[in-house]
């Protein structure tokens, strides 16, 4: 079984690794992480790289595609009409097309998601119905073949049913077990309806800081400026 | 805010990941991915390779020292008496020694945690013993300045927990948030104490396999067979 991880510079690892650490237990999982040119891929906070193996013009079809998200990366990619028409090709060939965070951006700019239910993190979830999607605040949403979760670690949940799905459920809590998935989040503050407006406004500044810090030349300021901004946030 | 994270050939990459992801949002941190062999480290899947930009001649200090664990790596890391060594060396300049998974094992083998409370993965628990760690099964434990946690995600919880020691409540709010951790997991199988009979045989038999999958012949057979018989498990 293909599993096909699109990694790039500036993504967020745990978007990537969450999913990976479950599927990869998969019978047969045969996991690949392709970018754009192979080699190392720097990471949104500079600090981790991973290694892609395959560039993308290697890879022609797969079993799953997953497309991690990032704080701006995921903007530069999502006007790149050459990954956008790659990331087309394997949607083709794959049973499961998913996504973390703000790679729903991304395949919805791919227009994959037109008229489809999805989500994403709560600082980009606004940026779907641009791209004619259905936004909503669960986990994740499953329409047809596409998964789409929420943000960075909702993956792990999203993962874990995806997995469900392809070998039933007592499998699927074998993987739990294994990674013992028994969150105890010593503070209630993951959800945007749920958090004390202090939190949000800090988690917004955060965010706020590590776009700058991810800014390269690459990047286009202005679509930066307005995602920044948050204006549609919460 | 200088923050080690030991990585070595077999790592489960999850366990370095969680934490990682949210250490890396405290302000100042400056995170180092750390091997005894600066390059490529090969994961526990082999399908996923991260890279140390420092071997461990090069750190001599660490404001926070994290250690992942393995599915079966940690038996070498745990008898390599240069490695422990450098563990000890750097722990007596940390403000914060953590392990994740069978990382505390490694912990353990360099003498950090006799006569002290520590969590492992359930699947390894049972060895702190012969340490002369008091093993518990909380989802992650301190003791003084050291903090271990339960296998893989529990890196994530840990790591909540020691942000909001170090910067404050409020912050690790924001940082909750900024990952959007609201976990909904699809099934309740995280915990060994709580997951069905068939879960537990199938975890076991994936251990099994991966532990096979991962053997090389630097490891130590007879020691990884005492591991995967899990005797001891549950």
Redesign the interface.
Known sequence: MDIVIYIYTGL???DA??P??IL??LPN?????VAKEKG?IVTD?H?????A?YDITEINKADILLIPGSVVGFIRESKDTNLLSWINKIDKTTTWTTSV?SGSIILAAAGLLKDKKATS??GVVHLLKSYGAISTSE?YVQEGKIITA?????G??MS??LA?QIVG???????????????????N????N???T???E??K???TK?AKKDLTILDIVKNVQSLIKLKHGR
Chains 1, 2 share one sequence.
């Open positions: 967020t690892a745990l690794i969450g990976y650490e990869s237990r999982a045969n996991i690949k992480f190392v906070t600090f981790l790289k991973l290694v193996e965070c993190h709560w986990r929420q943000g960075v670690s909702a792990i949940d874990l049913y469900s459920e007592e499998k699927a809590k074998a993987y739990q077990l294994f990674i013992e998935y028994d969150p105890k989040p010593p503070f503050s993951g959800n945007i749920e958090a004390n202090a939190s949000i800090l988690a500044k955060i965010l590590e």
